[in-house]
């Protein structure tokens, strides 16, 4: 059973950095995507970014340019680096990972932006 743990978030203000990170356990391969979901309070689950395995990328339009996603397949882990934080990015944020049609989730991380 994979496991997903993220680390990393908390408050800054606006305009602030924060850097999300999240290690897969359980499996002996590197899953296919890896990404990032937020979820805000009172608001659906909406996708941030996702990485293959290979490194294609994919952005929320409302986080392209000021977050950037990364991974390292060795270590399992994803990375989320996120600047120029705005309110808006509040939210709990969610590690997302998919192999042969079967989706995981980690527990979830709170990042506030608010001064």
């Known amino acids: 059973q994979v496991q997903l743990v993220e680390s990393g978030g908390g408050l800054v203000q606006p305009g602030g950095s924060l850097r999300l990170s999240c290690v897969a356990s359980?499996?002996?391969?590197?899953?296919?995507?890896m990404g990032w979901y937020r979820q805000a309070p009172g608001k659906q689950r909406d996708m941030i970014a996702t990485i293959t395995r290979y490194g294609k990328k994919d952005y929320a339009d409302s986080v392209s340019g000021r977050f950037t996603i990364s991974r390292d397949n060795a270590k399992k882990t994803v990375y989320l680096e996120m600047n120029n934080l705005k309110p808006e990015d509040t939210g709990v944020y969610y590690c997302?990972?998919?192999?042969?049609?079967?989706?995981?989730w980690g527990q979830g991380t709170q990042v506030t932006v608010s001064s």
């Open positions: 997302f990972g998919e192999n042969y049609a079967r989706d995981y």
């Open positions: 359980g499996s002996s391969v590197s899953l296919n995507i």
